[in-house]
Nanobody, 124 residues
Framework: QVQLVESGGGLVQAGGSLRLSCAAS????????MGWFRQAPGKDRKFVAA????????YYGDSVTGRFSISRDNAKNTVYLQMNSLKPEDTAVYYC?????????????????WGQGTQVTVSS
C-alpha cells in the first residue's frame, strides 16, 4: 500500500508559478516511480510529468514541456511539480500517482496508487 497526499494547489494569475508537493508513505519511496496527472471538468485525466525511482529520468506532456519541472527528494518521501508560466488552460485538479514498477509511465493505467488531488486555478 502507498498513501499519497498532495498539497500546494491554489489560485494564481496567468504567468505565475506554483509548486505542488506529494508526500508518500507506506512503501519504500525510493523504489517507486512517481507521476503527475491533471483532470479538468468534463475531461479525461491527462499525463503531466513522471520521474523514475532515482530521479535520473523524467518525461513531460507536450503541453507543459519547458514550463513544468518534476523532481523528487527520496529522503523526504516527496515528489514535487514546479509549475511556471501558468496559463488558464492549466486549470485542473492535479493528482500524483505511484508506479510500483519504478518506471516513468505516461498512461493512467501505468499507476497503482493515487492521491486525492489538489485544485489549481489559473485566472486570465
Amino acid at each position: 500500500q502507498v498513501q499519497l497526499v498532495e498539497s500546494g494547489g491554489g489560485l494564481v494569475q496567468a504567468g505565475g508559478s506554483l509548486r505542488l508537493s506529494c508526500a508518500a508513505s507506506g512503501r519504500t519511496f525510493s523504489s517507486i516511480g512517481m507521476g503527475w496527472f491533471r483532470q479538468a471538468p468534463g475531461k479525461d485525466r491527462k499525463f503531466v510529468a513522471a520521474i523514475n525511482w532515482s530521479g535520473g529520468t523524467a518525461y513531460y506532456g507536450d503541453s507543459v514541456t519547458g514550463r513544468f519541472s518534476i523532481s523528487r527528494d527520496n529522503a523526504k518521501n516527496t515528489v514535487y511539480l514546479q509549475m511556471n508560466s501558468l496559463k488558464p488552460e492549466d486549470t485542473a485538479v492535479y493528482y500524483c500517482a505511484a508506479d510500483l514498477f519504478a518506471d516513468v509511465g505516461i498512461k493512467v493505467s501505468d499507476y497503482h496508487y493515487w492521491g486525492q488531488g489538489t485544485q489549481v486555478t489559473v485566472s486570465s
